[in-house]
Nanobody, 127 residues
């Protein structure tokens, strides 16, 4: 079982930046495919970004392309989501998730591709 702990959420004005972190522990590997999802009140959980087992193999939802960057620090078994130029519509609880397998990052774009989830961290963007 993989345990995931997110951190880095908070309150920021539109145009600002935040960096979310997701630390993995337990039965984990530094090459697990990882993803970020978000869920706004009253809405379904939606895919944000994923990173596959190979370095640089990443995938994003269209609305965050060019603003968000997912990365992995292998020595710390941690995945990051750098969020720039934040907009009020980015407001949500953000969850990280761990999957398995050796597919390209675009494969990991739905909740069903992931088996372990963190507890979430709130991101609020004010206008």
């Amino acid at each position: 079982q993989v345990q995931l702990v997110e951190s880095g959420g908070g309150l920021v004005q539109a145009g600002g930046s935040l960096r979310l972190s997701c630390a993995a522990s337990g039965r984990t590997s530094t090459t697990l495919p990882m993803g970020w999802f978000r869920q706004a009140p009253g809405k379904d959980r939606e895919f944000v970004s994923s990173i596959a087992w190979t370095p640089g193999n990443t995938y994003y939802r269209d609305s965050v392309k060019g603003r968000f960057t997912i990365s992995r620090e292998i020595t710390k078994n941690t995945v990051y989501l750098q969020m720039n130029s934040l907009k009020p519509e980015d407001t949500a609880v953000y969850f990280c998730a761990a999957g398995s397998g050796y597919y390209t990052a675009s494969y990991y774009n739905t909740t069903g591709r992931f088996s372990s989830w963190g507890q979430g961290t709130q991101v609020t963007v004010t206008s």
